[in-house]
């Protein structure tokens, strides 16, 4: 049995941005399941604060002059014994975790997240008298990178896992940032936390942790490449033999068609013929024309360039003006984005739906409702969308990167043929043409539902995940 204090910056129900919190909502849960002893530690957001019911202050500390209570609490729906860093100063704020209210960045991230590192380092060492000491802490993206830093310091300290789950946000700040945090002078070089000259979490996660993962094989090798490493390649070659790639799960509590409470009509891989309801009933709620016949191709996604923006609105009047399939896209970010897709829906009101925000129970409900989901990503670390999309025979339309080619296998004849096809990939730009492809499988009721049943009995469990990163962890222990 491991202890395993396991450091994020998001875990859903309490808040989410993106697939990050999926994971980190769902894979403490499945190490406990499997008899890990595990603590979530975890920011003290108003929304977190919000949403838990019983908490205890079991501890009390002091970073910068600002005091920071550890409030311990569950995390809602499981047993995980939850750690809130609470440090007002650093997170009692209006705004998302990350930006404010208008989307940008909040100028003192790195001190917001050097307090969460400090926390994370003190609990690591059970200096916070609350007698539990882990003999690993697994870490998550560059919001906790300087905890495998700063835990080198120490000798006889818990071993350090760093999970990537996207390697484009890497929290680089000045040098200046670095000695205002007063940060020991030691991990200042360039096999440290310095980064051509800037201050890095990401790398400072990477360099120290004793083992590195991320959250496909295929991002894994990826990243060593020039194109993919967002500038960290070289480092990560280095460490290519602590690196290593696994698949992410997905929640079955609260994705499954078959029991999904937010959608209107459930169902399974025998009553697949019901799924159509969910579509003539989103139809109705967003107002677009009333057809079960008409292909709906669904997106919900943050609307950044890395989900593919570019070429589906370089693509989508095509589309639509051939006037046979229909779209609704839920999703938020870049404001370019945003503007662009309501215009074209406020042009095409009977074919294109867009929803900007964040809505969990459209969400489900366009999964359900959509015969196609689109996600043609330039890169995507794993992706959790697809994994969705699969579970709810809604077939996704991926490009060939990450973990996208890890968990989609295209529609071409041999893969029809062999049962293996669950849904269709990109070659190069072709995004026209792939969903020309997929419409013309979609006359063909007998291959789709085939298509389909295959996508929906891909078993993608947060168990079968939890028994790769237990192995992980053992590996550490005999190190
Ligand atoms: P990423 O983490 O890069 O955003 P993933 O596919 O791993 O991509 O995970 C995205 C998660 O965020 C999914 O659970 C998805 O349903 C959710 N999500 C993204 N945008 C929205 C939105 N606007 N409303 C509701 N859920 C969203
Ligand atoms: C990141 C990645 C996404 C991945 C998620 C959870 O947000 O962009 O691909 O699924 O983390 O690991």
Redesign the pocket.
Known sequence: MNKILYVCSEA?PLI????????AGSLPAALLSKSQDVRLVLPAYPEVLSKIKKQKIIAKSQYYMQSVNIIETKLPGTKVITWLIDCPAAFNRPGGPYTDQHGDEWHDNAFRYTILCHAAVDLSLNRLSINWQPNLVHCNDWQTGLVPALLSLYINSPKTIFTI??IAYQGNFDQQMFNDLHLPKELWHMHGVEYYGKFSFMKAGIAYANKITT?SPNYAKEILTDEFGYGLSGLLNHRKDDLSGIV?GIDEKH?NPGTDELIVQKYNQQSLPQKVINKTALQKELKLANSKKTPLIGM????VE??GLNLILEHIETIISNNKVQFVI???GNFHYEMLLCELAEKYPKQLSV??????A???QI?AASDLFL?P?TF?????????SLRYGTLPIVTPVGGLVDTVIPATSENIQNNTANGFMLEGDNLVETIEHALSLYQQAKTWKQLQLTAMKAHFTWKNVAGHYIQLYDSLKSS
């Open positions: 859903f989410k941005t993106g697939g990050l919190a999926d994971v789950h996207n959250v992410n994705w919900v996604s943050r609307l890395q989900k839920l999703g938020a929803t900007i925000g964040y809505n969990e459209l969400a489900h999964e996600m990503s995507e670390p794993c992706g959790l969308n697809q994994l969705y």
